[in-house]
């Protein structure tokens, strides 16, 4: 008999959507890292992780099964358990000489069993709390499962770097100063010179450009010696040559393995990319901003040579991987084309790696960052990260096999267990659907509701980088580190608790309407930053947390919208349905966004997402909401 003892939902809501998060962030953030450290090309690592994303874009078809066999509580504890053995056995598979193989099974299992995690944890949540609960706690569910995600590309990666640098050679450290005094100089692309001093003491890497200063504006166009001709050319192609020179050398002598060209490169007679077509010229001429043309000013940079001290042992491979320490973002290492990971061996070690770093343009004081180069056990490094998430959802599993509550209404389906009816119930799930009072009502609330916010959110961060001249804030890429992914962020879990605590004394009823005018009107900020001469830091930095603030107090309303329009049987599964559409209503809008902006321009973009938000109210005025739900009865 089950036991109806309440348990507080403190006691297990923070601990389950954090957990719910960790995998997440497993699959998609910490494998691409790893994957980086431990050599694998960028082609096979776009191609072969961009495909873990999978299971949780289908996860609804496979839903009605969670809702169908076994209990929501069932389901939740032994994914847990599963996701524990297959963080175990991408620890373990990491030091096996066909690792990437390995791991990418035991990623795609993790995968799959975390989607069904989240199938099963949200039909939990709304199984085990009463509705005034379900309100009052939507925002620290929401605040739990960021903070999973910050701990997870965050601390554990932080992990794997404190590992890597005391498991290995002395760490090799460059800081880059940028500063608007210095004056612009072509960098030294010479070999590091072997001295007596070099070749004295124990095994290590030494650069002498420990401390490089670099100027911050580059010039329009520089002259430089091409096939022993002096030859004048815009900065923007030297930079480029610059850039192409330092990745042929390094994979000219072994440090980086040459990438195989895609076809789509190798294609020189591909016909040449062909103007706006007539509806986008159209588009342009009739809502486009009338601005001067743009002239692109090009970010500087500067290359820093590195190298071994001595010869390793025959055979010995001393790998080094070079990151961001610590420092102004604005300043960065090259990764998008280039390889931060170097191979040393007996027969290059006397050789020269190249560094390419780049500097923002829109720097106007010095700024400087500083880069560390480890060398340790990287696969033990990863073994370690992924063994003590392993370790954790064993704790987890273990802890929510007792924490978890046993609500009445999580009973097994009525159903039955054979084949028969488990497919019957499986299609009659997807059919109740859609027939639910108001369905297509409800269809088109998860789709428009966040309509301008789809397509804002794309554009937030290229607005505050892009150049004054182009319509944008012209600010550096630290200040947007700071303005968006800080400030914004605690504006985002800021109004996410709020709006779950008056939701729950209130109802979403009451709070739909603020709510919604919340969602849609601090979207001004963006129309008032675009329109301001010059704003301050401060002011952009209050613009973009009152528009943070109220989609996170806005979106409250349609995460309690899902949950109320999945009450009744099979709510679990159609839970997942509704976040089916949810990620549609996000990726449609957001697809279309940078052509419509690049063609509008930023200021009548902006106006645009507020003529989108006549969406958001609109859906809402046809809603027909229980004004009990989500209040304390």
Partial sequence: MKTTKKRSPWAWIPTLYFAQGLPYVAVMTISVIMYKRLGISNTDIALYTGWLYLPWVIKPFWSPFVDIIRTKRWWTVSMQWIIAFALAGIAFSIPTSFFFQLTLAFFWLVGFTSATHDIAADGFYMLALTEHEQSLYVGIRSTFYRVATVAGQGLLVIVAGLIETNSGLEP???????????????PDMTAIASTEADLQGELQFFTPAADVAVATKAPATVTTEVNGVATEMPFKAYAAMMRDSVKHMNERNGFVAAETPKAAVENTT???????????????ETFGEK?????????????????????????????????HKSGDQSVKLEQAALSTRFVFNDTNWDKTAWLYYEVDHKLSQAASASFEGASGNIPMAWLVVFAVLSAFFFVMATYHSWALPRPTADGQNEAGTTASSIFQEFFETFKSFFQKPQAWVAIAFMLLYRLPEAQLVKLINPFLLDPIDKGGLGLTTGQVGIVYGTVGIIGLTIGGIIGGIVAAKGGLKKWLWPMAWSMSLTCLTFVYLSY???????????CVFVEQFGYGFGFTAYMLYLIYFSEGKHKTAHYAICTGFMALGMMLPGMAAGWLQETIGYRHFFIWTMICCAATIGVCAFLKIDPNFGRKK
């Avoid at 743009?294 to 071994?308: D, I, S």
């Fill in 532 to 542: 301001a001469t010059d704003p301050s830091l401060l002011t952009v930095n209050i």
């Fill in 291 to 323: 601005r001067e043309p743009y002239t692109e000013v090009n970010n500087n940079f500067t290359v820093v040579g590195l190298r071994l001290n001595k010869k390793p042992a025959p055979g010995e491979d001393v790998i080094l991987n070079v990151t």
């Fill in 270 to 284: 591909a016909a040449p990319a062909e103007g706006p077509g007539a509806f986008t010229t159209w588009v342009k």
């Fill in 172 to 186: 090799l450290r460059i800081n880059v100063n940028a500063d608007p005094a210095v004056e612009w100089s072509a």
